[in-house]
């Protein structure tokens, strides 16, 4: 349903903006911002995105929670699709999502409604603590039979002879 309102709203916001602006300043002078915004949020998103990606890194080389980087990282590419978007609307709210303080507290906003079971970084057995306990379900039985190696290795077996020859 918001997705619906989204798709409804923001271009009905978008006309009315352009109508209000153009009024305003005139035609040109308003696809100029609109290039113009386009232009610049492009520069900012690639700096800001080169950031992101050092931090997401970092992230993952000290085996840190590489969650608020991933979310950072997210944040910017959807500033950098609204910037890229003809309008004033998706403008402001783009620009807004490359502010750090605004992407820090929408980050706080979404990790409180979201409900986190389990995280674990790196595998093996390093990372866990106490008498590793196995269940029943963790065991696999299996058989096995030992395959000792031919006794002329130079001659080669009848699997791994090419095609024949005339």
């Known amino acids: 349903m918001y997705l619906f309102l989204a798709f409804l709203l923001v271009p009905i916001i978008e006309i009315a903006l352009f109508i209000q602006v153009g009024g305003l300043i005139g035609l040109w002078p308003t696809l100029a911002i609109v290039v113009l915004t386009a232009v610049i949020g492009t520069f900012m998103v690639r700096t800001q995105g080169r950031m992101a990606l050092v931090n997401l890194q970092r992230s993952f080389s000290e085996l840190d929670d590489p969650t608020e980087p991933l979310a950072h ?3 910017i590419l959807l500033s950098g699709v609204l910037l890229l ?3 004033f609307f998706t403008d402001a709210v783009g ?4 502010v750090p303080g605004i992407r820090v ?9 979201a409900t986190i079971t ?9 990372f866990r603590t106490g008498p590793t306990q196995f269940d029943q ?5 299996g058989d096995f039979t030992e395959v000792r190696p031919r006794q002329n290795p130079s001659k080669p077996s009848k699997w791994v002879e090419g095609p024949p020859q005339h």
């Open 95 to 98: 620009f807004a999502l490359l």
């Open 137 to 141: 379900d963790d065991v696999i039985d």
């Open 105 to 113: 507290a929408v980050f706080k906003y979404l990790k409180s409604k």
């Open 73 to 75: 990282g997210a944040m």
């Open 118 to 126: 389990h995280f674990q970084m790196g595998t093996g057995a390093q």
């Open 85 to 87: 978007t003809p309008g």
